[in-house]
């Protein structure tokens, strides 16, 4: 009979005494989020940034003076407020992350995606064979 690996294999660790091995350690380190005024490209202190993995939010800090706030490493998407702007958001790709938050009084009305707009770039439609310069 030879002898061999059973193959049966499991997710679970055991040392050589037949009990289970902890679980690795929690991921460690963080990663820099940088807030801006889109507006102005000035820096947004006091910021609230909301780290979150999955469906869960998984830290919330807030942005130092020069705009700069620390997230979990293993953070997938922030979600960041200030009052008087508006919210930005960003995905978490292992990579520091800027958002720029806007003041909504200098954005432009006419153009704009809320129920304020009063104008729209109408739909472009070219018959067959045309070209969009009239040709």
Same mark, same amino acid.
């Given at each position: 009979?030879?002898? *061999?690996?059973?193959?049966?294999? +499991?997710?679970? $660790? $055991? ?14 380190? $963080? ?16 910021? #609230? %940034? ?6 869960? %939010?998984?830290?919330?800090? #807030? ?5 700069? @706030?620390? %997230?979990?490493?293993? /953070? ?6 200030? *009052?008087?702007? +508006?919210?930005? #958001?960003?995905? %978490? ?11 909504? @009084? ?5 153009? *704009? *995606?809320?129920?304020?707009? /009063? ?5 472009? +439609?070219?018959?067959?064979? #045309?070209? +969009?310069?009239?040709?």
């Amino acid at each position: 009979m030879a002898a *061999g690996c059973s193959g049966g294999g +499991s997710a679970e $660790t $055991t040392t050589t005494t037949g009990v289970p091995a902890p679980p690795p350690p929690p991921e460690q380190g $963080t990663l820099a989020v940088r807030v801006e005024d889109g507006d102005r490209g000035t820096p947004v202190a006091g910021a #609230r %940034v909301a780290a979150f993995r999955r469906d869960a %939010v998984i830290a919330t800090v #807030r942005t130092d003076a020069a705009g700069r @706030a620390e %997230v979990p490493a293993r /953070t997938r998407l922030v979600e960041v407020s200030k *009052g008087g702007l +508006s919210e930005g #958001r960003a995905a %978490v790709r292992g990579e520091p992350v800027d958002v720029d938050l806007y003041d909504p @009084a200098l954005q432009s009305p006419e153009y *704009g *995606g809320g129920p304020a707009r /009063t104008r729209h770039v109408p739909g472009v +439609s070219l018959r067959p064979g #045309r070209s +969009s310069r009239g040709r």
